[in-house]
């Protein structure tokens, strides 16, 4: 099945780009190794939002995958989950901070902010969905470095389980552990 697990009957779906579902953490964990850049930023973590009532679930993780693949090509792994809370549908995807191809690090700076909405807006506008001209404060897709994935968020279960998993993980079984413990059971789906 496409639905994965539910958290207070919020459920997601998953997918892997350039890495499988199940084990996105432990192949990122492993590229770091073999290019021995194991400090500093294990991921980035980025968040692409919806209008509400305008897409369905499955389209907005097809959304999702489209921008990861846009995004970061051939040369990251990104994993990237879809929270379908109907009233506010959107996708996280969490990037591998070093490239599988020649391990380098990925510049996460404000230059990739405004192509990842640029990305983002562009996959929505050729979908036929809204785009936030204008916002304000804080946008549902800003760019959240690393460094502030230390606790949990007040923005949704989601990211809260995704941050303090990645926080408190001594490696990849623990995340998983982790994962599971919060009630989200990471599916296999060959995208």
């Not at 697990?5 to 199940?22: H, R, T």
């Not at 964990?29 to 500093?40: A, D, I, P, R, S």
């Not at 968040?47 to 389209?59: A, V």
């Not at 809204?130 to 304000?136: D, G, L």
Request: with cysteine.
């Amino acid at each position: 099945g496409e639905k994965v697990a539910s958290l207070d009957e919020k459920a997601c779906y998953v997918s892997g780009v350039n890495c499988s579902a199940d084990t996105a953490l432990d192949e990122m964990l492993e590229v770091q190794k073999l290019f021995g850049k194991t400090k500093g930023n294990v991921a980035y973590h980025c968040y692409q939002s919806f209008k509400p009532g305008e897409i369905t679930p499955e389209e907005c993780h097809r959304l999702g995958v489209e921008l990861a693949r846009r995004m970061w090509g051939a040369d990251y792994q990104v994993l990237v989950a879809t929270h379908l809370d109907k009233d506010h549908l959107h996708n996280h995807l969490v990037c591998n901070s070093v490239s599988l191809i020649d391990g380098k690090k990925f510049n996460c700076n404000k230059g990739a902010y405004r192509r990842f909405r640029r990305l983002s807006d562009e996959i929505c506008l050729e979908n036929g969905y809204s785009v936030i001209e204008k916002p304000r404060g804080k946008t549902p897709r800003q760019i959240y470095m690393a460094e502030k994935m230390g606790g949990p968020t007040r923005y949704n279960l989601m990211r809260d389980a995704i941050n303090e998993s990645i926080s408190l993980s001594t490696d990849m079984d623990d995340f998983f552990a982790l994962m599971r413990m919060r009630g989200y059971v990471i599916d296999y789906r060959d995208t």
